[in-house]
């Protein structure tokens, strides 16, 4: 059974962090390249950042470059985004994605 658990998701205030992490199972992890992609309330999807499957390149939505950094690790099977410097904007539920595998997403609050 294929398996995407996202976490690390809460309520933050603007300018904190967060680190997400995605822990998967059930399908060949280092095979696949690996994006995050996030839903805001009444928004379509928006893709946030997207790694190689052996971490050669890694790319990043121009609203997060400098801010986010994804990263993997393929002998535990567990993407992570780490979120610096947040904002409200990036209010979301954060979704990993790995070649049409998605987890249930975590939410993600950035406010006062």
């Known amino acids: 059974e294929v398996r995407l658990v996202e976490s690390g998701g809460g309520v933050v205030h603007p300018g904190g962090s967060l680190t997400l992490a995605c822990i998967t199972s059930?399908?060949?992890?280092?095979?696949?390249?690996m994006s995050w992609v996030r839903q805001a309330p009444g928004k379509g999807p928006e893709w946030v950042a997207g790694?190689?499957?052996?971490?050669?390149?890694?790319r990043y939505a121009d609203s997060v470059k400098g801010r986010f950094t994804i990263s993997r690790d393929n002998a535990k099977n567990t993407g992570y985004l780490q979120m610096d410097t947040l904002k409200p904007e990036d209010t979301a539920v954060y979704y990993c994605?790995?070649?049409?595998?998605r987890g249930q997403g975590t939410q993600v609050n950035v406010s006062l």
């Open positions: 059930g399908f060949d992890f280092s095979a696949r390249d």
């Open positions: 790694i190689h499957k052996r971490s050669l390149t890694t």
């Open positions: 994605d790995m070649g049409g595998y």
